[in-house]
């Protein structure tokens, strides 16, 4: 798929514009293209991210209300511009046009902290104060061999999802681009990493936590609280809203997100479609193997 002197590709003026009103991370367009190696187009009142033979459209709309109907007539002008094999789409609910070919699905809550709203129990505080004791936040902008490893062991214990997977696959890429990407370390004594967060910074009127890893290994009690309570603390004096804490994944993410204050606010559908000659995999396996 040939993307280039394309119409549809964002200007300086366009990214400013979606940053302003981005409502979900994956509306954050350095952030998605550094991730996906795609090319963040502007369509409609909708972004969307081409490259070789696949589309990622995300159809929340930027300025408007979510109508099902707009959204279809934009795929079905995305699928006539491009031609694409692969159609990813993220949105609040699975559009028609979707319905029949849609493949594989998923569908999941974006949780959301209100810092303007939120205040931290004393039982968390207390936990924060006790981690705090024993390690040291430190903030970088390095994905290091020390955190991928934290990475695989998290990824041994847990059924993660094949794109949670390829997210943390995809981190020393992605903060190596993005200037707004931040990494926060909690260290022990002894420099040894015990949790890391990755946050990103680039959309005006939130953070996004990207992602979070504890080590069970060099585990020490409510390393990944102390690391929360930063992220929160950082935000603030940056004069944000509200931090988006992604999706809920699973039980244990979900409830460690809530009791931060983290509340679901928006929909999330996923679908994949395939468009192309047959073919016994996913793009998300694709992917995670390491192919185009």
Known sequence: MDTAANPFQLNSAEERFVLAHAIVPEQIPSMMTAISHAEPLCIGDCLCFAKDDWVIF???PLSTQFVASDCDTLIVRILAQFHPDYF????PEIPS????????RQSDQYLRLDISQSIIPSALQREVGQAARTLTVERTRAFTREHEQLAKELESREDLPLMIKEL????PDYIAQCKTAQVLNAR????????FFVVETAAEHFDAYVLGCHSKKNYIPHASDLLFA?????????GKQSINLGLGVNEGIRRFKAKWGGRPYLHYEFCECYYGPPA???LLGALLDGKP
């Open 58 to 60: 995300i159809g929340y």
């Open 88 to 91: 990813w789409f993220i949105g």
């Open 97 to 104: 046009s979707l319905a029949e070919s849609c493949r594989v």
């Open 168 to 171: 943390y696959r995809s981190m």
């Open 188 to 195: 022990d004594r002894h420099g040894a990493l015990a949790a």
């Open 230 to 238: 930063d992220m929160i603390d950082s935000a603030r004096d940056r």
């Open 280 to 282: 016994p995999i996913s």
